[in-house]
C-alpha cells in the first residue's frame, strides 16, 4: 500500500485565500499494487500527472497552502466521488443509472489506465476498494477541506486551484480554423465552480506568462471542481490542464528540456494567482 494519502506543504505566513492541490501526480506504486497489475512499472504510470506537483510546489513561498496526492490515480482516484464504483471492476456493486467516468472505467478505482489498457486480470473485492477509499480518498479529501475551511476563515473568501495535466492531443478536438493550440484549458462547470472575476483572474496569469488558454473544453472539471466549488459561499475552484508536451517526454514519462522554463514561468503564474484575495485583489462573489 501507498505510504501516505497526502503530502501538505504550507506557507510561513498565510497570506493568501488561495489553496493550490494536485490530486493526479501521487507516485508511490507499492510493490503490492504493481504485482496485482497485468501493466509493467511504465505503463501503469500513463494516466499519472506526473511532475504537475513539482511545477506547482512553489505556492507556499507566496503565502498558499499546496496539497498533493501520495497514492497513485491507478490505485485510487482522488477526482471521482467516494461512491463512484465500477460494477466491471469491483464485485458486488450494482449498477446504478449511467455514469459515464465509470463505465469508461474511471470510476474511484480505476479500472483502465490512459488508452482504456486494463489495470486488472479479474475483479477486486469491495473490501479492497473500501480500503482505498478509507486510507486514501477521505484523508485527501478532509484535509482538503480543512485547508480551504482555514483560508476561508482568515481571509472571509477561499480558492482552490486543482492542478492537472493533459495528453497533448486531448485537445485536437478544439482546434479548428487555424486558432491557436491552447497550451492550458482552464475548467470552472461553465461558471457554476467560480465566479468569472476569479476565473478572469487566472486566465490573466497564464496569458501575461505567455500561455494560450481557453476555458471549459474539453475539460470543465470533475468531480473536485463539483463538489467544491460553491461561490455563492465564497468558496471557489478551478481546475487546471496543462499539455504535458510542454515540460515532458510522454511516452518517457521524463521531464523535456523545456521542463525548467515552464517551471519558471507557471512560478509566476502562481505568484499572480496567490495574490487574489490578498486585499490587492478583492473577490466577488456570485
Known amino acids: 500500500m501507498p505510504v ?7 506557507p510561513a505566513a498565510p497570506s493568501s485565500c488561495v489553496v493550490f492541490a494536485s490530486p493526479h501526480s501521487g507516485r508511490d506504486y507499492s510493490w503490492s499494487f504493481l504485482r496485482k497489475t497485468v501493466l509493467n512499472e511504465h505503463v501503469i504510470r500513463s494516466s499519472e500527472d506526473a511532475f504537475v506537483d ?7 513561498q507566496f ?5 498533493k496526492a501520495g497514492a497513485p490515480r491507478a490505485f485510487v482516484d482522488l477526482n471521482r466521488a467516494r461512491d463512484e464504483l465500477d460494477p466491471a471492476l469491483i464485485e458486488g456493486v450494482r449498477r446504478v443509472g449511467h455514469n459515464p ?3 469508461s472505467g474511471l470510476g474511484v478505482i480505476p479500472r483502465v489506465v490512459a488508452n482504456g489498457r486494463a489495470i486488472y486480470r479479474g475483479k477486486l473485492t469491495q473490501h479492497e476498494a473500501q480500503e482505498r477509499i478509507t486510507r486514501y480518498w477521505e484523508p485527501y479529501h478532509t484535509k482538503l477541506q480543512s485547508l480551504l475551511d482555514a483560508a476561508h476563515n482568515r481571509h472571509g473568501q477561499t480558492v482552490l486551484i486543482d492542478c492537472h495535466s493533459m495528453p497533448h492531443e486531448a485537445v485536437d478536438s478544439v482546434v479548428l480554423g487555424g486558432m491557436r493550440r491552447p ?3 482552464l475548467g470552472d462547470r461553465f461558471g457554476a465552480a467560480a465566479s468569472g472575476d476569479v476565473v478572469d483572474r487566472i486566465e490573466a496569469a497564464f496569458v501575461e506568462a505567455g500561455f494560450v488558454v481557453t476555458r471549459n473544453t474539453p475539460f470543465a472539471g470533475a468531480y473536485i471542481t463539483q463538489a467544491y466549488g460553491k461561490p455563492a459561499k465564497g468558496q471557489h475552484a478551478v481546475q487546471i490542464e496543462i499539455d504535458r508536451s510542454l515540460y515532458m517526454n510522454e511516452q ?3 521531464p523535456n528540456g523545456n521542463f525548467e522554463a515552464v517551471q519558471a514561468a507557471l512560478r509566476d503564474v502562481v505568484k499572480a494567482v496567490a495574490l487574489i484575495g490578498q486585499g490587492r485583489i478583492p473577490l466577488a462573489a456570485e
Do not use: M
Open 101 to 103: 467516468r465509470v463505465a
Open 54 to 60: 513539482q511545477l506547482f510546489e512553489c505556492a507556499p
Open 63 to 67: 503565502g498558499a497552502a499546496f496539497i
Open 252 to 254: 518517457l514519462i521524463r
Open 183 to 185: 497550451d492550458v484549458v
Open 4 to 10: 501516505t494519502a497526502f503530502d501538505v506543504f504550507l
